[in-house]
């Protein structure tokens, strides 16, 4: 199983942000897709996730400016960041867990100053 992900980038406070990742290979249709990040110096946190049936968890400090969605027919998920914040900036990693087996994409920085 591959994850790849993107849109990661610089932005302003306030500004929008749209992350997709997509995996790829054998993949039991029974998985949850997510996102989660990592400052320097912190621990990765868990920022939002979503299973297959639709079922999603945000993190407290993203809830009604970050939306998770998915297609389940290419297991791709997306992370549409809105009012971003400078706590915001991060790594980004997709993770895809599925059988017991949790799946990394390669992080893609999100940066947010001025």
């Known amino acids: 199983v591959q994850l790849q992900a993107s849109g990661g980038g610089l932005v302003q406070p306030g500004g929008s942000l749209r992350l997709s990742c997509e995996a790829s290979g054998s993949i039991s249709r029974n998985n949850i897709m997510g996102w989660y990040r990592q400052a320097p110096g912190k621990q990765r946190e868990l920022v939002a996730t979503?299973?297959?049936?639709?079922?999603?968890k945000y993190l407290e400090s993203v809830k009604g400016r970050f939306t998770i969605s998915r297609v389940n027919a290419g297991n791709t998920v997306y992370l549409q960041m809105n009012n971003l914040k400078p706590e915001d900036t991060a790594a980004y990693y997709c993770?895809?867990?599925?059988?017991?087996?949790?799946?990394w994409g390669q992080g893609t920085q999100v940066t947010v100053s001025s």
């Open positions: 993770k895809l867990a599925a059988g017991g087996i949790d799946y």
């Open positions: 979503i299973s297959r049936f639709g079922i999603i």
